[in-house]
């Protein structure tokens, strides 16, 4: 069965730390690994990955696929509150039409 | 160009009454997916549709029933509710069904079922 589980499920950290929030995915027919974030409705859009090792960065945020071992990580470096937060990790696979979420990381930045 | 839209933004029904949830794709895309969010949980796919035709649908009841409309405009109707159906309804445009991973969300509907 596909699956896609996040953990922490939440996290509690103080303004200016660093956070990691991991990704595994056990899925067929891999496509692509998305991260999005949710604040009270939307997801926006934060990243795609799609090939293995290659960091992609937006200013304090980045991320990371590693395909061999079906994991990602989405790092947030000098955390501030506007980062508090649900981080949603989603896979695309090939001949699908969807998205498959995990269940999320609420991330929580205390001044 | 406009984002995806919703409406309406909250809605509260009683069981077993019906609901019509409608949906604004982005200007340009062709492509609307409908996900069911549940308190706590991540997004789950409801169907798609693409050029006005159904082209793939998640694990939901019959009664999770679409429309999509020549101008790309979606509705998501669900009859018969149930208490379990109270959740955040997302509705999610892209270019074409092969960029469904480039997904734009609207700020959906929050559906209470009493």
């Known amino acids: 069965e596909d699956k896609v589980v996040q953990s922490p499920l939440s996290l509690v950290v103080h303004e200016g730390d660093t956070v990691t929030l991991n990704c595994s995915y056990e899925?067929?027919?891999?496509?692509?690994l998305l991260w999005y974030k949710q604040e009270k409705k939307a997801p926006t859009f934060l990243f795609m990955l799609?090939?293995?090792?290659i960091e992609k960065k937006s200013g304090r945020l980045s991320s990371i696929l590693d395909k061999k071992e079906l994991f990602s990580i989405l790092n947030i470096t000098a955390t501030q509150t506007g980062d508090s937060a649900v981080y949603l990790c989603?896979?695309?696979?090939?001949?699908?039409?969807?998205?498959?979420f995990g269940t999320g990381t609420r991330l929580t930045v205390i001044p | 160009e406009t984002g995806v839209t919703q409406s309406p933004t909250h809605l509260i029904k009683t069981r077993g009454q019906q609901v019509t949830l409608r949906c604004s794709s982005q200007?340009?895309?062709?492509?609307v997916s409908w996900y069911q969010q549940a308190l706590g949980q991540g997004p789950q796919f409801i169907f798609q549709?693409?050029?006005?035709?159904?082209?793939g649908r998640g694990n939901f009841p019959p009664r999770f029933s679409g429309l999509q409309f020549p101008n790309y405009s979606s509705e998501l109707n669900v009859n018969a509710l149930e208490l379990d159906d109270s959740a955040l309804y997302l509705c999610?445009?892209?270019?074409?069904?092969?960029?469904?991973?480039?997904?734009?969300f609207g700020p959906g509907t929050r559906l209470t079922v009493l």
């Open positions: 999610a445009s892209s270019r074409d069904a092969i960029s469904t991973d480039t997904q734009y």
């Open positions: 549709y693409y050029r006005e035709e159904e082209n």
């Open positions: 899925v067929t027919n891999f496509r692509s």
């Open positions: 799609t090939s293995s090792g």
């Open positions: 989603a896979v695309f696979q090939t001949g699908a039409n969807n998205l498959f």
């Open positions: 200007s340009g895309h062709n492509t």
